[in-house]
């Protein structure tokens, strides 16, 4: 019965482990050296903490002004690359002078996060796209 007991609390703490593994937490800091968009909300220029909110929901991430003028949550997907980022990085869709925060990465990681795309962002490519060249723009970021 013990050795069942102990069974059972090693498969437990195996599949704990697995699962906080998988669950990819970040926690990055970044300048960013210009007014950007996430979702429908515009943040001001400045340095920013970018982290999860705890490590079983890694979707929900936490964007915080170092100055604590601007802070808000935002949703986000897994995005996967076959090979591993070569730095920690803010990922940004630039359109004309409009930046919207596009993806999340940490380097060594072939995991990161994605943004999805807000009614905002779509419809500034739509309105741009004639005018205006579109491109992304990497902001190196540090690990916290």
């Not at 905002?120 to 540090?142: M, W």
């Amino acid at each position: 019965m013990k050795r069942q007991a102990f069974s059972l609390v090693s498969l437990l703490t195996l599949l704990l482990v697995a699962g906080s593994a998988f669950a990819q937490t970040v926690h990055v800091r970044g300048n960013i050296p210009f007014n950007f968009a996430v979702g429908n909300k515009t943040l001001p220029a400045g340095t920013y903490d970018v982290g999860t909110i705890d490590h079983r929901n890694s979707k929900i991430l936490l964007l915080e002004a170092r100055d604590g003028n601007a802070s808000m949550m935002v949703g986000s997907n897994a995005a996967e690359n076959l090979k591993p980022a070569d730095k920690t990085k803010l990922v940004f869709n630039q359109y004309g002078n409009r930046y919207f925060l596009s993806q999340i990465w940490v380097a060594g990681e072939t995991r990161g996060h994605q943004l999805p795309k807000s009614s905002r962002e779509k419809e500034t490519a739509r309105d741009l796209a004639q005018n205006l060249t579109r491109g992304q723009v990497e902001i190196v970021a540090s690990l916290q």
